[in-house]
């Protein structure tokens, strides 16, 4: 199952077959506990199959985000601050740069 954002609305493809959501807020469809069991059980019951999944190809595909707040991967603000401190120490100065 995959759930994309376009600019046509939310659409839904699973195993080839693409069905476009009923849904219109991306932050509330996401963040609904229980997710795939609602998406799967929409998907299932949805009438609206579109026609092939080329239709994809034909709409912009935008982020999976909206209103959410989105923070780099990989670096922590705690490890930042630790390598600066330590860069600090080898070029002489005073952790904290007092």
């Known amino acids: 199952m995959r759930i994309y954002k376009t600019s046509g609305g939310i659409a839904l493809e699973s195993e ?3 069905k476009r959501s ?3 807020d991306w932050d509330a469809y996401i963040n609904r506990g ?4 609602l998406v799967q059980a929409e998907f299932d019951d949805a009438q609206t199959e579109l026609t092939t999944p080329e239709w994809l190809a034909e ?3 935008f982020p999976p985000i909206q209103q959410q707040e989105i923070w ?4 922590t603000y705690l490890r930042s601050r630790d390598a600066r401190m330590d860069e600090s120490k080898a070029a002489g ?3 904290g740069g007092a």
Request: no cysteine; glycine share 20%.
């Open 16 to 18: 080839g077959i693409v």
């Open 59 to 61: 709409l912009i595909q």
């Open 72 to 75: 780099a991967s990989g670096v």
């Open 93 to 95: 100065g005073t952790p």
């Open 22 to 24: 009923a849904q219109t």
């Open 34 to 37: 229980g997710l795939h069991a």
